[in-house]
């Protein structure tokens, strides 16, 4: 989710630009050219009037805040967008998932209590973790000298046959 999306949410703090470039800096402490360079980066995006001047909201100087932490902790800019990006859309999954939750909720109460869901049925993820067994139970049958098998998290392999490259 873009930072756009973050800045529309109505848990975030108010997102009208307010702020002139001056006053932003004073109360973030970063300078004016600072604010131009994080803009450039993409790390916060002020609102512009109609003569396109810059105006910044409480949510971008909640923002700026988290860069400082960020810059703070020794983490260079690409890597501060990174981050930003991810805990926005951290965000918007999470609220996802409430809204999901409740959805589910809802539904479940729909129901009633005198109807049941399906159990899931759970299937071998691909047919070489349904290799034939041996008889033995706990055992699988190990191939024949010289055929190769797929391991479960890697190449396949050749299996010894005395003869060694």
């Known amino acids: 989710m873009s930072e756009e999306s973050g800045r529309r949410d109505l848990e975030s703090p108010s997102v009208r630009g307010v702020y002139g470039i001056s006053v932003a800096a004073e109360l973030s402490g970063f ?12 790390l916060i995006t002020p609102g512009r009037t109609a003569g396109g001047t810059r105006r910044y909201s409480d949510y971008d100087l909640a923002r700026l805040k988290r860069i400082a932490e960020l810059i703070d902790a020794g983490v260079n800019l690409v890597g ?11 965000g918007d999954l999470e609220r996802d998932n409430r809204r999901l939750e ?5 539904l479940r109460a729909e129901q009633g209590p005198g109807t049941t869901s399906a159990e899931p049925v759970h299937e071998p993820a691909d ?10 139970p706990g055992r699988r049958r190990r ?5 190769r098998t797929r391991l479960r998290d890697g190449p396949s392999r ?5 003869d060694h490259h």
């Open 127 to 136: 047919d070489a973790a349904a290799e034939p067994e041996t008889g033995r």
């Open 102 to 106: 409740a959805d589910n909720a809802q």
């Open 158 to 162: 050749q299996h010894a046959t005395g």
């Open 31 to 42: 300078g004016v050219a600072a604010l131009r360079l994080y803009e450039d980066y993409g």
């Open 143 to 147: 191939p024949a000298a010289g055929q």
């Open 80 to 90: 501060i967008g990174r981050v930003l990006d991810l805990e926005t859309r951290t």
